[in-house]
């Protein structure tokens, strides 16, 4: 249907297991975890708040210590504060003057990933059809919370005197990719997807289509997502959402696919590709990560929060993707799962799988790789697409097969769980390699997303 190929050339992260595309990737593949607790040994409120000049180096959860105590669920997936030498994140080394006060923090993370994608990529247009042929295509699931919640209150303490010039556009959407624009100076399509937990992968679908249809030559892509706020924790705990029983052993609570599963864990990061036409790409001497082949999207909404059981929307959009790659199954070797933990969700993932790639199990022996690397960083909601994508990349480009963490006991329910799902540790792919994948996201409001990498020969 296009001519026109679309090839991923820069990688940037921000995971709770570091800052970087390398220090991420050498994490997961050692079977590392980012989550811990938000629980602080000190009962609420009782120390004072960190002086200002340290404050920057300490995370949010530290600031106000025990704000998360009550909560029913008291881990999260957070991003680490330190040096990038050292896999950390501190805004003076990606932010410039002034920026900490008009970007929130989800915006501030997109920079970091975009500016690692984009130095990655070495593409820095200077000059103007450059920068005209350049888009932009950077999303959020829930945005800024955070200056929600704490503007209200000083509103309704205060009134309307106190609310600050930078709320509004702290909290709009579309705002990470508008500071990255005016950074660099785009002036290609300039789009912010926000679709819950698929945010992420419409984000790089959605900036691959304005490639071939011809609207962009470049364009960076993916999510951000930075909400791990008691509030937000509550409201996912209401929505009975959130692994409850690992408290006390938080790099235990996510374990998509095991039978001990309850939950899902709240994540934060975001994750930044630069895609590019294929041309564009081979004529400046770029390094090709991938290709990308397909995209599939689908609605299946019928439950607020819940997928149906029989996962028919994550099977057509599999389906979709695998349609548009004019690829069969069995042409795929790795699925990066969006299993998030969840009994419901886990199950309704597998059927779906099965119901496209079981006959190729039979008929071939061939054992299809599923991997969720949600077990290592848990669910990071508008970002956890564009990741997931990126560890799909990553996972084509080294031949690896990312671990399912604490994967200890598949579940017995009906479904027979008959794939290779990687558990507890890495796999390294010898012979062909991994030569496609698939990577899947799954929102609430039933909206899902497939996207399907390939190996450039
Ligand atoms: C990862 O965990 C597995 C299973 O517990 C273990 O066999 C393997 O050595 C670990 N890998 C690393 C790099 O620690
Ligand atoms: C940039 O795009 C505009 C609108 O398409 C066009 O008029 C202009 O000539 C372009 N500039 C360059 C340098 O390509």
């Known amino acids: 249907m296009f001519s026109r190929r679309v090839v991923v050339t820069g990688l940037g992260l921000v995971t709770p297991l570091a ?28 120390n004072k708040l960190p002086n200002k000049n340290n ?41 410039d003057r002034g920026d900490e006060s008009r970007m929130a923090l989800f915006s501030q993370y997109a920079i970091c990933a975009a500016k690692q994608a984009l130095n990655d ?35 309704n303490a205060h009134g309307s005197r106190k609310v600050s010039p930078m709320f509004i556009p702290r909290i709009l959407i579309n705002m990470a990719a508008g500071h990255l624009t005016m950074k660099y100076g785009f002036r290609g399509p300039n789009h912010a997807a926000s679709t819950a937990c698929t945010t992420g992968a419409h984000s790089i679908g959605d900036a691959s289509r304005f490639i071939q249809f011809g609207d962009a030559d470049v364009m960076v892509a993916g999510g951000s997502e930075a909400c791990v706020l008691p509030l937000a924790i509550a409201g996912f705990a209401k929505a009975k959402s959130l692994a409850t029983r690992f408290n006390d052993q938080p ?9 001990d599963r309850d939950g899902f864990v709240v994540g934060e990061g975001a994750g930044m ?16 990560y991938a290709e990308l082949i397909g995209y599939g999207l689908s609605g299946d909404a019928h439950h607020i929060t819940a997928p149906p059981e029989n996962g028919i929307g994550a099977e ?25 933990s969840t009994q ?30 949600k ?50 540790k890495a796999q390294k792919v010898d012979g062909n390699g991994i030569k496609a994948a698939l990577t899947n996201s799954f929102g609430f409001g039933g909206t899902n997303a497939c996207l399907c990498f390939v190996k450039i020969e």
């Open 55 to 95: 404050s920057i180096c300490l995370p949010y959860y530290e600031k106000e210590k025990g704000i998360f105590n009550e909560l029913s669920s008291t881990i999260a997936g957070i991003i680490k504060p330190g040096k990038y030498e050292d896999g950390g994140f501190d805004t003076n080394e990606w932010l």
């Open 344 to 373: 419901l969700g886990d199950i309704a993932e597998n059927r779906a799988i099965k119901s496209i790639f079981q006959q190729n199990v039979i008929d071939n022996n061939k054992k299809l790789a599923i991997s969720s690397t």
């Open 273 to 288: 590709v630069v895609l590019e036409e294929y041309n564009h790409a081979i004529n400046r001497g770029a390094k090709i």
């Open 121 to 155: 990529a070495e593409w820095r247009p200077t000059t103007d059809p450059g920068k005209n042929r350049t888009g932009v295509c950077i999303g959020s699931g829930i945005g800024s919370l955070e200056d929600i919640t704490s503007t209200t209150m000083t509103y």
């Open 316 to 340: 057509l959009a599999m389906r979709r993707a695998l349609s548009q790659a004019k690829l069969s199954p069995e042409s795929i070797d790795y699925i990066n799962a969006h299993a998030t």
């Open 19 to 46: 800052t970087g595309v390398r220090a991420s990737w050498k994490k997961l593949i050692n079977n590392e975890s980012g989550i811990i607790s938000l629980k602080s040994s000190q009962p609420p409120n009782s």
């Open 251 to 259: 790099e235990k609570a996510s374990r998509p696919f095991d039978k």
């Open 375 to 424: 077990g290592s960083i848990g669910h990071l909601l508008g970002a956890a697409g564009a990741v997931e994508a990126i560890f799909t990349i990553l996972a084509i480009y080294n031949d690896i097969l990312p671990p399912t963490l604490n994967l200890h006991s598949l579940d017995d329910l009906e479904d027979s769980y008959n794939f290779n799902y990687v558990p507890l």
